[in-house]
């Protein structure tokens, strides 16, 4: 475990890098977090941005019957998760990335295998990767369409380890989230939590 991408970690100690993608790659939590007001407000629910980052690596079906289920009221999940991610791609031209762990994303690239485990789409999160220059990158990427469990479960993080025939504890993992950070050490691997180095802008 290590504070910042000065700390201590060392290449030669790990066979593979996972990258968490949103928060962790790029800067895209304000521009989901406005998509999300604009599919929660539709239906009358109260989500604030504390909430939202609690639910950070999450799916958004996952966090649309969650909030639904909550208020006790019926909605269309799918439509109800498209909507968020279109409202999302709206805005992918303001996102930025973080560029500390993009650079070793770039000084890796070639020398250890690498990849995305995200709790987002498959195809939202190639043209996330696409628009930060860095599609290029990966090795694999392993999203909410591929396991049956997600973050905090380590499924998504062993599937990844498993895609890159490497062993899990010699693994390191990068994310920005506590649910994605559970799911690293349930896994058995060293973890890199990116806000103690990136604090995202706040909409609220």
């Known amino acids: 475990m290590a504070d910042s991408p000065a700390a201590p970690w060392r290449l030669q100690n790990h066979e593979a890098l996972l990258f968490d993608c949103d928060g962790t790659l790029a800067d895209t ?14 239906h009358g629910i109260v989500f604030d941005e504390d909430r939202f980052y609690s639910l950070g690596g999450r799916p958004s079906r996952e966090i649309v019957a969650l909030l639904a289920r909550e208020v006790g009221i019926e909605i269309d999940i799918d439509q109800a998760a498209q909507l968020k991610e279109q ?3 709206g805005q992918l031209g ?4 973080i560029d500390p762990v993009v650079e070793v994303v770039l000084r890796s690239r070639g020398r250890v295998p690498m990849a995305v485990v995200t709790g ?12 930060c220059g860095i599609a290029d990158c990966f090795d694999t990427i392993v999203a909410s ?3 049956a469990r997600h973050k905090p479960d380590p499924d998504p993080f062993l599937e990844a380890a498993r895609r890159l025939g490497v062993r899990p504890e010699r693994c390191v993992v990068w994310e920005d989230s506590d649910l994605g950070i559970a799911a690293a050490r349930a896994a058995g691997m060293e973890w890199i939590d990116v806000r103690s180095f990136h604090r995202p802008r706040r909409i609220t």
């Open 145 to 147: 369409e591929d396991t």
């Open 94 to 97: 303001e996102i930025l990335p």
């Open 29 to 42: 939590m304000p521009a989901h977090y406005v998509a999300w007001r604009h599919v929660t407000e539709m």
């Open 87 to 89: 409202s999302f791609l």
């Open 120 to 131: 987002g789409y498959q195809h939202i999160c190639r043209q996330i990767l696409a628009h």
